[in-house]
């Protein structure tokens, strides 16, 4: 085939309707021209991660959305929004995968073309990092101080399977999947690196670990190991077994 001519059908001026709202004239000149292309798997890698930065734009979006219908008491649009974010997430996570079809040697070539740079310099990381503090604030003074309750009150001692309750649920999906998200990353590191990179310097290496462990709202982990301790105590910590009775 021949392949400037496709190469030109994808630059060609915008002149439908739908190319002129999208704007496909600029997002398909937001990737190097082919011929500048240091590999055929650079075009995959720049896609890709644009394509996070814009699922990460919307989410971000979105969260604003959720804090304020959690301050207006909105449950039923909170959990609505939530579920949009953490199908968001699940998408993120698995457009990873397609970065593992590169081969190691191809994604050295494509590296050097980042410079100094790297994902944690990501617009949309980081400002992504810095909203679940505000959101457990929010959720904390609507749901917990301003109705005299605790974390431990929601999911026992006061259990009602309310509206506090499945927006703490939201809340903990959504960590989960951050989480799972930047596991997913590590993978990808070290499928396309290595870990034990000398060139890696160490330093970004663990700061991935640490993210991948981190917990943005503890609470809502730690209560989970707190009721089943305490709960080991009414159901027995060893139990008889299934097949002594027979």
């Not at 996570?93 to 740079?117: A, C, F, K, V, W």
Request: proline residues 4%; charged residues 25%; glycine residues 6%.
């Amino acid at each position: 085939m021949n392949r400037q001519h496709y190469y030109d059908l994808l630059s060609a001026p915008a002149r439908l309707d739908y190319e002129l709202y999208l704007d496909t004239g600029n997002l398909l000149a937001c990737q190097k021209p082919m011929p500048a292309m240091i590999n055929a798997d650079e075009l995959q890698f720049q896609i890709v991660h644009q394509v996070e930065e814009l699922w990460m734009k919307l989410m971000i979006h979105t969260l604003l959305d959720i804090d304020d219908h959690m301050r207006a008491g909105h449950a039923h649009k909170v959990v609505t929004l939530f579920s949009r974010c953490n199908m968001i997430m699940k998408l993120m996570s698995e457009q990873l995968d397609l970065l593992e079809t590169m081969s190691p040697h191809d994604y050295q070539q494509i590296r050097l073309q980042l410079g100094n740079g790297s994902g944690q310099e990501s617009p949309g990381f980081r400002t992504l990092m810095k909203m679940p503090p505000e959101l457990w604030e929010t959720f904390e003074a609507v749901y917990l101080t301003g109705r005299a309750l605790s974390v431990r009150d929601i999911y026992d001692t006061q259990y009602r399977h309310d509206d506090a309750y499945v927006i703490a649920e939201c809340l903990m999906e959504f960590d989960e999947r951050m989480g799972k998200f930047r596991a997913n990353h590590i993978f990808l590191i070290q499928r396309s690196i290595g870990m034990g990179a000398a060139s890696l310097k160490g330093r970004p290496v663990e700061l991935l670990d640490a993210g991948a462990r981190h917990r943005f709202f503890p609470a809502l982990w730690a209560v989970r190991a707190e009721m089943t301790d305490d709960w080991g105590q009414e159901y027995g910590k060893v139990r008889e077994s299934l097949g002594a009775a027979e």
